[in-house]
């Protein structure tokens, strides 16, 4: 349980995909020096789950014990996880993830138009403003600044997290190298680099970070974020959420004439 997962996996390879089976994605982490008891932790399997995992995993590494299998096995892979229940400023980071979402799922087309109409600087450089002032300096500031400085920022899935966010603005600084050079076909690899990594952070965020952090919420906790947030939404200025939806909006109807 104390052995880093990814020493783990080398190891023992069918421990990578008994994880897999839980949709726990441990082999495609680039970082992977979660302990196993860890990943555990954080993943917060129901009971018959985990125990099942943890069946799978003994078997695995232990092949010569006679490991018991537990009495209410689960069924190979893990069912659906019911639906999440948010704290109120958790809430309002998963909505914020929609509108980045629904411009993400928006990139394919937004490419499509320019392969063509030919490379839109215009198109590109508000793709850019809302990267840049919403999705980073205001959604990613509230969960760095704020969110992820309840919790231990020296675990791993932090670390993971930073290093998305630092990887997602690389993506950003090719993308307006590429504008300054003509380059067409690096603004159209970094969007689909931003896009591909964005959609996989915002999954992780939503379905393992946030359910993790609130389980270590307090009310108090919760009350100070809250009133934190309402800071930096005010501190954004008068109309900023309403730009950016209407930019999305916007889009959406572009890209579908
Ligand atoms: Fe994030
Ligand atoms: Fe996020």
């Given at each position: 349980m104390n052995r880093g997962i990814k020493e783990v996996i080398s190891e023992f390879p069918e421990v990578g995909q008994i994880l897999e089976d839980f949709e726990i994605g441990c082999t495609p982490c680039l970082v992977g020096t979660c302990l196993l008891k860890d990943v555990v932790e954080i993943h917060a399997l129901p009971p018959d789950q985990e125990a099942e995992l943890m069946y799978r995993v003994e078997k695995a590494i232990y092949p010569e014990r006679d490991v018991?299998?537990?009495?209410?096995?689960?069924v190979k892979g893990a069912e659906k996880a019911a639906e999440i229940t948010y704290s109120a400023p958790v809430r309002e980071l998963v909505d914020e993830h929609k509108l980045i979402k629904r411009w993400l799922s928006l990139i394919p087309r937004v490419v499509d138009l320019m392969n063509r109409s030919g490379l839109d600087r215009q198109l590109i450089n508000n793709g850019l403003d809302f990267i840049r002032s919403y999705a980073d300096r205001f959604h990613h500031a509230k969960e760095e600044d704020l969110l992820f400085k309840y919790v231990d920022e020296s675990?791993?899935?932090?670390?993971?997290?930073?290093?998305?966010?630092?990887?997602?603005?690389?993506?950003?600084?090719?993308?307006?190298?590429?504008?300054?050079?003509?380059?067409?076909?690096?603004?159209?690899?970094?969007?689909?680099?931003?896009?591909?990594?964005?959609?996989?952070?915002i999954k992780?965020?939503?379905?393992?970070?946030?359910?993790?952090?609130?389980?270590?919420?307090?009310?108090?906790?919760?009350?100070?974020?809250?009133?934190?947030?309402?800071?930096?939404?005010?501190?954004?200025?008068?109309?900023f959420e309403e730009k950016y939806q209407v930019f999305v909006t916007d889009l959406e109807k572009l890209v579908a004439m």
């Open positions: 018991q299998p537990p009495e209410t096995g689960a675990q791993e899935i932090i670390q993971a997290m930073y290093s998305d966010h630092i990887t997602g603005r690389g993506h950003v600084q090719s993308i307006v190298k590429g504008l300054e050079q003509d380059d067409m076909e690096t603004v159209r690899e970094h969007l689909f680099a931003y896009r591909e990594l964005l959609t996989g952070h992780k965020e939503d379905e393992i970070l946030f359910p993790w952090i609130d389980r270590q919420l307090t009310a108090k906790n919760i009350a100070q974020l809250s009133a934190d947030f309402s800071g930096v939404n005010a501190g954004a200025g008068e109309g």
